[in-house]
């Protein structure tokens, strides 16, 4: 029997996820009419490879990376960093954001985890509650599936 069907037949993908979430208070964020200087600023200081991007309601509306900025910026010669405030972060992040509603259950998390590092967890009226990182997930089928 292999791993992944021993996990189908566990109750592990049916369990909450509440206690894996990152409450939105300590998640690294920008919002979509920032200008790219400060997603940049964001993203060096938090030190993460992306972060969510939320409306002013608090809604999730997709993802940005160091990448993706630095790509915006790449002259022929050189990185032009004075280029960074003609731009925001609307113009140039990705909408392709794994979500998920905070009452899915740890099976949907796994799935979503399986290309995205981290997933966004939403309440029933769309707003952001938190995230979920890949390793979380990884740490609760490691302390499923270890021996001792
Ligand atoms: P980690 O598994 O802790 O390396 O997190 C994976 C990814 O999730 C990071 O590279 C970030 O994109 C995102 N992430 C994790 N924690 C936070 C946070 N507190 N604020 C913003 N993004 C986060």
């Keep these: 029997?292999?791993?992944l069907h021993e996990l189908k037949n566990t109750n592990i993908m049916d369990?909450?996820?509440?206690?894996?979430i990152i409450g939105h208070e300590k998640v690294a964020h920008v919002?979509?009419?920032?200008?790219?200087?400060h997603a940049l600023l964001i993203l060096i200081k938090s030190g993460y490879t992306a972060v969510p991007?939320?409306?002013?309601h608090y809604r999730v509306q997709g993802q940005i990376?160091?990448?993706?900025?630095?790509?915006?910026i790449l002259g022929t010669e050189r990185i032009e960093m004075d280029k960074l405030h003609e731009?925001?972060?609307?113009s140039?992040?990705?909408?392709?954001?794994?979500?998920?509603?905070?009452d899915d259950n740890f099976g949907k998390a796994l799935t979503l985890s399986i290309n995205h590092p981290f997933v966004c967890?939403?309440?029933?009226?769309?707003?952001?509650?938190?995230?979920?990182t890949r390793r979380a997930i990884l740490v609760m089928v490691h302390r499923e599936f270890q021996s001792d």
């Design 92 to 102: 140039v992040m990705s909408e392709k954001v794994p979500k998920m509603n905070v």
């Design 31 to 37: 919002q979509a009419a920032n200008p790219l200087d």
């Design 65 to 72: 990376s160091k990448a993706q900025v630095l790509d915006t």
């Design 1 to 3: 029997m292999t791993v």
């Design 15 to 20: 369990q909450e996820i509440a206690e894996l």
């Design 87 to 90: 731009h925001t972060v609307e």
């Design 53 to 56: 991007v939320l409306d002013m």
């Design 121 to 132: 967890i939403e309440d029933d009226e769309g707003a952001f509650v938190g995230l979920i």
